[in-house]
């Protein structure tokens, strides 16, 4: 039994045709729209994701240097969005920005600034504040109690 081998025969060629590379195009234009939407929905939701960690960081932050300095502040403000902690004795404990990728910082009482103090024993001394980071129409929310602590929603 011998087995011949197909030289010149269409089948044995590589390569598409420009039909099928054709196709190919069509349907990944047809893909496209939905996986755009998809990619920037999660990338609205990760940028609101990361200034609201980072953002309840400085508040933690804040609380470790007010135990062991014997006070902190935190300093927050919307234009540009961002905070500071401060020690008891002045100095910078930690700068973090909170405006990556376009996200804006609304304070209660619509205010442009705000400073939250923690005392010695790292509770807070001040009435609640409520952080809200937006992007893109989407909304996330860091509520501090007038304890210092921090809840998401």
Known sequence: MSKK????????RSGYS????AVLLVVLTAMAPPLLGS??????????QRSREEAARL???ARW????HGGATVELATDPAGGIVISAAGDTVMAA????????LGLSRDRATAR?????????MVSSQTLRFGLAGEERRLVLSSLGRVSRR
């Open 5 to 12: 081998r197909a030289t010149g025969n269409r089948s044995a």
């Open 18 to 21: 420009i039909i099928e590379i």
């Open 39 to 48: 990619a920037r929905k999660l990338r609205t939701s990760f940028y609101l």
């Open 59 to 61: 508040f933690a932050e």
């Open 65 to 68: 240097a007010a135990v062991a």
């Open 97 to 104: 920005s909170l405006d990556e990728g376009g996200v804006t």
């Open 116 to 124: 939250v103090r923690f005392g010695p024993m790292g509770l807070g």
